[in-house]
């Protein structure tokens, strides 16, 4: 049987707009990226998966250890969720800054919370609005330093995520210093993601000359970040004992596995396999998760129009950002209306087979923010549906 035809057989019982997950692609691309991870173990960035189930299970692997989580309450949700299984023990690094005051004091007032889940600071400022939250008397909060991943070949270039000021070692080793001085901190890791490389495809669609630009770019950018961020990890251990150093993501295993001073690697995205990930040369996931939307009109020839699906991605509202017909082939969004809220047109040759009712798969832009959309993963193996689970949505929590 095709894909299409298994896809369609699995779930032939529900009726669109639905959204699945194929298992043997998922562990197909769990066991890729722990290849090439080289050894390192692998923390998994939780919004690129945003469902229970799919963490515990990729969690469950040999080569995974550890979630690197978007909210601070997502991450209190999963310890208290864990509790009492096996994942009790999971270390969970908050890894974008939290100005939230009622979910610090809920961390410092949960112990068990306390010990296993760390938060980002990139500098003082952090520390200083958790004690405003907690007051100067707090328990101790574990906390990992932000070190700037981006390149900035000359003055007033930057090529990378805007995301912690702390760039050099000499500053890496002071705000170090300032945290390991603060009454109430831990520092317990650093960590550092280098966007330029790892969520940068450099073989854009029917753009060659964008990559090789890109190409040069990240060919320049590794061996300086490999340089400056050994050297920024040598300063930070001259003052703290540290018990994890991230970087990298899906795109950027090998660059970063290379580097002697990390000691994990983080990763989430590479075991989806959104159709943004089909622009890097050198690994190509195999996509896992795919969402069924049903013809409503024929409007024209070469044209059917379908119930929603105006999934689009976040980042920098350009093309890239938005879903795309996978099966049946031949299907393309139409230039005019995109992908709406309540229809999205598709063009094309294969639409002059499609009737009322019929199934158009398709594949989101980024990995996590599919889950917002849907209640339930349709599991599927072959042309079965082995279980249902809830995403994060289904489980009845938002986390932004």
Same mark, same amino acid.
């Given at each position: 049987m095709t894909q299409q035809?298994?896809?369609d057989?699995?779930?032939?019982?529900?009726d669109p707009?639905f959204a699945?997950?194929d298992?043997?692609?998922?562990d197909?691309?769990?066991?890729?990226?722990?290849?090439r991870?080289?050894?390192?173990?692998?923390?998994?960035?939780?919004?690129?998966v945003?469902?229970?189930?799919?963490?515990e299970?990729?969690?469950g692997?040999p080569?995974?250890?550890g979630v690197?989580?978007y909210?601070?309450?997502?991450?209190?949700?999963?310890?208290?969720k864990?509790r009492?299984?096996?994942l009790a023990d999971t270390d969970?690094?908050?890894?974008y800054p939290?100005?939230?005051?009622?979910?610090l004091?809920?961390l410092?007032t949960?112990p068990e919370a306390a010990?296993?889940?760390?938060?980002?600071a990139?500098?003082t400022?952090h520390?200083?609005?958790?004690?405003?939250?907690l007051?100067?008397?707090?328990p101790?909060i574990?906390?990992c330093?932000e070190?700037?991943?981006?390149w900035?070949?000359?003055?007033?270039?930057?090529?990378?995520? %805007?995301?912690? /000021?702390?760039h050099?070692? *000499?500053?890496? &080793?002071?705000l $170090? @210093?300032?945290?390991?001085?603060r009454p109430?901190?831990?520092l317990?890791?650093?960590?550092s993601?280098?966007?330029q490389?790892?969520g940068?495809?450099?073989?854009?669609?029917?753009?060659?000359l964008k990559?090789a630009?890109i190409a040069?770019?990240?060919? %320049?950018s590794? /061996?300086?970040?490999i340089? *400056?961020r050994? &050297?920024?990890? $040598? @300063?930070?251990?001259?003052?703290?004992d540290?018990?994890f150093?991230n970087?990298?993501?899906?795109g950027?295993l090998?660059?970063?596995?290379?580097?002697?001073?990390?000691?994990?690697?983080?990763?989430?995205?590479g075991?989806?396999g959104?159709w943004?990930f089909?622009?890097?040369r050198?690994f190509?996931? *195999?996509?896992? &998760?795919?969402? $069924?939307?049903?013809?409503?009109?024929?409007?024209?020839p070469?044209?059917?129009?379908?119930?929603?699906?105006?999934?689009v991605?976040?980042?920098?509202g350009?093309p890239?950002r938005?879903?795309?017909?996978?099966l049946?082939?031949?299907?393309?969004l139409?230039g005019?209306?995109?992908?709406?809220?309540?229809?999205?047109?598709?063009?094309g040759?294969a639409?002059?087979t499609?009737?009322?009712?019929?199934?158009v798969w398709m594949?989101?832009?980024?990995?996590?923010?599919?889950?917002?959309?849907?209640q339930?993963?349709h599991?599927?193996?072959?042309d079965?549906?082995?279980?249902?689970?809830?995403?994060?949505?289904g489980e009845?929590?938002n986390?932004?």
């Open positions: 035809a298994d896809l057989t699995a779930t032939k019982g529900l707009p699945v997950v298992l043997d692609a998922f197909a691309n769990a066991q890729e990226l722990v290849r991870a080289g050894g390192r173990p692998i923390r998994v960035a939780s919004k690129s945003r469902c229970a189930y799919l963490l299970r990729v969690l692997r080569g995974f250890q690197m989580a909210s601070l309450r997502e991450a209190l949700w999963l310890t208290r864990w009492g299984t096996p969970i690094l908050v890894a939290t100005t939230d005051h009622a979910a004091r809920d410092a949960d010990r296993v889940i760390s938060v980002i990139d500098s400022g520390l200083d609005l958790i004690d405003s939250a007051g100067a008397d707090h101790p574990r906390v330093l070190f700037d991943a981006a900035r070949p000359m003055p007033g270039v930057y090529v990378g995520t %805007r995301r912690s /000021p702390v050099t070692p *000499r500053q890496a &080793a002071r $170090a @210093a300032a945290i390991v001085r109430g901190f831990a317990v890791g650093v960590m993601y280098e966007g490389i790892a940068l495809g450099d073989k854009p669609p029917g753009n060659p990559g630009v040069w770019m990240q060919r %320049r590794g /061996p300086e970040l340089n *400056r050994s &050297a920024a990890i $040598a @300063a930070i251990r001259a003052v703290a540290l018990e150093v970087g990298g993501g899906t950027s090998e660059l970063t596995s290379g580097d002697p001073s990390v000691t994990e690697l983080a990763a989430g995205s075991l989806i959104p943004l089909d622009s890097y050198g190509t996931p *195999r996509p896992a &998760a795919f969402y $069924a939307l049903p013809v409503v009109r024929r409007p024209a070469r044209i059917a129009t379908l119930f929603a699906g105006g999934y991605a976040s980042g920098t350009t890239d938005l879903p795309q017909p996978f049946p082939h031949g299907l393309k139409l005019l209306e995109g992908a709406g809220e309540v229809q999205t047109p598709v063009v040759k639409a002059d499609l009737k009322l009712g019929d199934r594949r989101h832009s980024k990995a996590g923010e599919l889950a917002e959309r849907f339930d993963y599991l599927v193996r072959g079965r549906i082995e279980r249902t689970v809830p995403t994060y949505r009845g929590v986390f932004g």
